[in-house]
C-alpha cells in the first residue's frame, strides 16, 4: 500500500516522527520501511545526533507529526537528543515508546508502558507491527490502518473477533496489553457524551477452555463476579447479563455486538481451570472501531481467583478512566466474597443450578450447593443471600404450607446474616428486600433493604429490575418506570427485563405501554414463562377481548390462563364457561392460587368472595399477596374496608 493510497479518501495517512540513537540505526531503518509500507509518512534523520544545526528543524518536524515513536535501547536512554524529543512527544501527547533490546524506558517515561519491537530475518516482526500500528493509529485519532498482509500474503483482518485476540499470553495479546496501557496515560477513554458521563461496558461470558463442558459453571461465575464487581463503580454503566449472553452466543464482531448492546466497550475472555491452576485472559475493546484498548492474561494457583477477579476489575476500571471506589479498591476480596475457593467452588455449582431454573429438583440441589458454601465459610456473605433467594423461590414455587413458612423465616435469616456480614453488599439487601416482601409479605419492612440495594448498585440491571418491580407493587408508577427503563437499557435483549416493564405499565394503568413491553418480551423469548398471560391481561383491560383470547391460549401456565379464561367467559356472558375455568383451576391449584382466585372474584364483580380470597391468600402467606396494592385487576376493592385493613396488614398502608 503507497502512501497515495493511503489519503485516497480524503485524509492524508499519519505521518510518524521517530527518534533513535545512532547505534541502533539499523533497527530504526526497518522499522521506517515496515511503516512507509503499511502507508505511514516517516520523518527520521540518519543524522540526528550530528549537531545543534538539526535543532530547527527537529522542532518543526515534531509539531507536524501525528505520532512521536520513540526506540527505547541501552544506547538511547543515554541520549540528550533523544530525551528531548521524547520529552517533547510526551509533551504533546504523541508518544508511542518502543524498547528493541527490552531496556526500561528512564526515569519520567514509565508511566507509559513500551511496546516491545522484535525482529526476525532482517524485517520487524508482524506482531510488533501491528501493535505500532493500531498505537499510531489511536494516537493520530484516525481510523485503523489496513494491517500489513500476513507471511502468506494474505492480509490479516481490520476487525479481529473477540475470541481470535485472546491467545493466552502469546504474542498477538502482549502486543495489544502493551499498546492499552499506553493508551490509559493518553486519555483515549474519554467519557461518552452522555449527560451524566458515564462509561458504558459489557461483560461478555469468558470461555471456557478447560475442556470439560462441566467446567461451564467456574468461566459464568468468574464472568459474573466480574460483572458485579464493575457495577459498583458508580462511573460505569454494566450491560446486563442476559443481553450480554444472548450477543455474545451469536456471529456478530465486536461492534455489532457492541450497537446492539448500546454500549462503548466490551470485556471478554478465557478461563482454563486445571488442576490446582487457574488460566484466565481478559480484553477490553472499544465497540465503535472493534480495536482492543487493553488484554492481559493471568496464570496463578486456583486459591488466587479472587486476586485475578480483583486485578481485571481494578485494570478495566483504570482504562476507562474511572476510578475504583469503594472498600474493595485495592484489595482481592470483594464485599459479600469468599477468600476460600472451595466455598467459592460450591457458590458458582449453585449459582448455575439457581439461574437455570429448571425445576423444583435443581432449585433444590442450587440450596444445597449455597448451604454447603455456607458450611465451608459461614461468613461468606454472598451464599447467605442466594440462599436467601433460592428459599424464597422454593417456598412460593414448591411448598406447602407449613414448609412455606419455615422457607420463608429461614430466607429473611439468611439475608439479614449477608447484611450484617457485608454492610457494603448490594445483592444481600436486594435479597433481604425480596424476603421480605415475596416470602414474609412485609412490604413495609422491605422498603429500607431494596432503597439500600439500589444506592449501593444503581448500574447493576438485576438489581434495578428487583428495584423497580418493588417501586411498582408500592404504586410508585414514576419511579418504577424511570428506574426499569434504565434496566432495560442495560439489558437490551433480556425478555425479563421488558416482561417487568410490561407489568409496571400495567399497574400503573397503561394497557396500551404494556402491549408494546409485552411484544417485545415475546419477541425476544416466546417461551418466557407467563408473558403470554401478562399480554392477555393487558389487553383484557384495554378491552381487546380477542386478542386477550388468543394471548391466554398460548400460556402453558393454567395458574395465569385459567384466571384470564374465566374473566373473558363472565365478560361475555358466558356464566357456565366461566365457572367451568374457575373450577378446573381450583382443582388444579388448591389452596395455591388464593390469590387468583380473588382476581377473578374481583372482575367478576363479586367483592365478597373476592375480599375472602385474599384473605385466604394472606393467611397462607402466598406470594402473590404482594401484587395487590397495584395490581388494576383489584381495582374495584380499593374503597372498601376489607382491602384497606388488608393492605396495610401487609404493609402497603
Known amino acids: 500500500m503507497s502512501s497515495d493510497d493511503a489519503g485516497s479518501a480524503g485524509t492524508p495517512p499519519p505521518t510518524v516522527f521517530l527518534s533513535y540513537a545512532r547505534a541502533d540505526q539499523a533497527q530504526a531503518r526497518q522499522l521506517a520501511q515496515a511503516l512507509e509500507q503499511a502507508g505511514l509518512r516517516v520523518w527520521w534523520d540518519t543524522l540526528i545526533e550530528a549537531g545543534a544545526a538539526f535543532a530547527k528543524t527537529i522542532e518543526t518536524a515534531l509539531a507536524a507529526s501525528d505520532a512521536v515513536i520513540v526506540l527505547w535501547s541501552r544506547q538511547s536512554v543515554d541520549s540528550d537528543w533523544v530525551l528531548d524529543e521524547a520529552a517533547r512527544g510526551r509533551d504533546l501527547k504523541k508518544l508511542v515508546p518502543l524498547s528493541i533490546d527490552g531496556t526500561e524506558p528512564p526515569l519520567g517515561f514509565r508511566q507509559y508502558q513500551s511496546i516491545r519491537l522484535d525482529h526476525g530475518q532482517g524485517a520487524v516482526a508482524p506482531a510488533s507491527l ?38 493466552g499470553g502469546g504474542a498477538a495479546a502482549i502486543a ?109 475493546v472499544d465497540g465503535s472501531t472493534g480495536l482492543s484498548r487493553w488484554a492481559d492474561s493471568w496464570e496463578r494457583p486456583l486459591a488466587d481467583v479472587f486476586a485475578v477477579q480483583s486485578e481485571i476489575g481494578a485494570a478495566v476500571a483504570g482504562a476507562l478512566s474511572a476510578a475504583v471506589e469503594g472498600p474493595d479498591a485495592g484489595g482481592a476480596k470483594m464485599p459479600g466474597g469468599t477468600d476460600d475457593v472451595a466455598a467459592f467452588d460450591a457458590y458458582l455449582h449453585g449459582r448455575a443450578l439457581y439461574e437455570a431454573g429448571i425445576d423444583e429438583a435443581s432449585d433444590r440441589r442450587a440450596l444445597r450447593y449455597f448451604e454447603r458454601a455456607i458450611e465451608i465459610d459461614e461468613r461468606y456473605a454472598g451464599a447467605h443471600a442466594a ?80 428495584y423497580a418491580t418493588f417501586r411498582s407493587n408500592l404504586r410508585d408508577h414514576a419511579r418504577a418506570a424511570e428506574v426499569i427503563q434504565r434496566a432495560a437499557t442495560l439489558d437490551p435483549l433480556n425478555a425479563r427485563a421488558f416482561r417487568s416493564q410490561g407489568d409496571i405499565r400495567h399497574n400503573a394503568g397503561d394497557p396500551a405501554g404494556a402491549i408494546t413491553a409485552y411484544r417485545r418480551a415475546i419477541e425476544l423469548n416466546p417461551t418466557l414463562a407467563g408473558v403470554h398471560a401478562s399480554m392477555g391481561f393487558a389487553q383484557l383491560m384495554a378491552g381487546a377481548d380477542d386478542d386477550a383470547r388468543a394471548s391466554f391460549s398460548k400460556e402453558r401456565g393454567a395458574v395465569r390462563r385459567l384466571p384470564g379464561l374465566a374473566i373473558l367467559a363472565h365478560r361475555a356472558g358466558d356464566r357456565a364457561a366461566a365457572e367451568a375455568a374457575l373450577a378446573e383451576l381450583v382443582a388444579e391449584q388448591g389452596d395455591k392460587s388464593h390469590y387468583q382466585y380473588a382476581q377473578v372474584y374481583a372482575q367478576w364483580g363479586d367483592a365478597a368472595k373476592a375480599l375472602a380470597s385474599l384473605q385466604a391468600a394472606w393467611d397462607l402467606r402466598d406470594g402473590g399477596i404482594m401484587l395487590m396494592y397495584a395490581d388494576p385487576l383489584l381495582a374495584g376493592l380499593h374503597g372498601t374496608d376489607g382491602y384497606l385493613a388488608l393492605a396495610k396488614s401487609v404493609g402497603f398502608a
Open 130 to 167: 501491528q501493535a505500532v500500528l493500531r498505537a499510531v493509529s489511536l494516537v493520530a485519532g484516525r481510523e485503523p490502518l489496513p494491517r500489513p498482509p500476513a507471511a502468506g500474503g494474505a492480509p490479516l483482518p481490520v476487525d479481529a473477533s473477540r475470541r481470535g485476540l485472546l491467545i
Open 176 to 284: 495489544v496489553a502493551v499498546v492499552g496501557v499506553v493508551g490509559w496515560s493518553r486519555g483515549w477513554f474519554a467519557a461518552p457524551g452522555g449527560a451524566e458521563g458515564l462509561r458504558r461496558i459489557a461483560v461478555l461470558p469468558f470461555e471456557n477452555l478447560s475442556g470439560d463442558p462441566e467446567q461451564r459453571y467456574f468461566s459464568d461465575g468468574l464472568t459474573s463476579e466480574i460483572r458485579v464487581r464493575l457495577s459498583r463503580n458508580a462511573l460505569l454503566q454494566i450491560a446486563g447479563q442476559t443481553s450480554s449472553e444472548l450477543v455474545a452466543n451469536g456471529q456478530l464482531d465486536s461492534r455489532a455486538i457492541a450497537r446492539a448492546l448500546g454500549v462503548d466497550f466490551l470485556l471478554g475472555g478465557n478461563v482454563q481451570k486445571a488442576g490446582g491452576r487457574v488460566k484466565v485472559a481478559a480484553e477490553l
Open 387 to 466: 440462599r436467601a433467594r433460592a428459599l424464597v423461590v422454593i417456598g412460593n414455587l414448591y411448598a406447602a404450607h407449613d414448609e412455606r413458612v419455615q422457607a420463608y423465616d429461614a430466607a429473611e435469616v439468611a439475608a439479614r446474616a449477608a447484611a450484617t456480614l457485608a454492610p457494603d453488599f448490594a445483592e444481600a439487601f436486594s435479597a433481604l428486600g425480596f424476603a421480605l416482601a415475596s416470602g414474609k409479605l412485609d412490604m413495609r419492612g422491605a422498603r429500607e433493604p431494596f432503597d439500600r440495594s439500589y444506592a449501593l448498585a444503581p448500574g447493576n440491571a438485576d438489581i434495578l429490575a428487583r
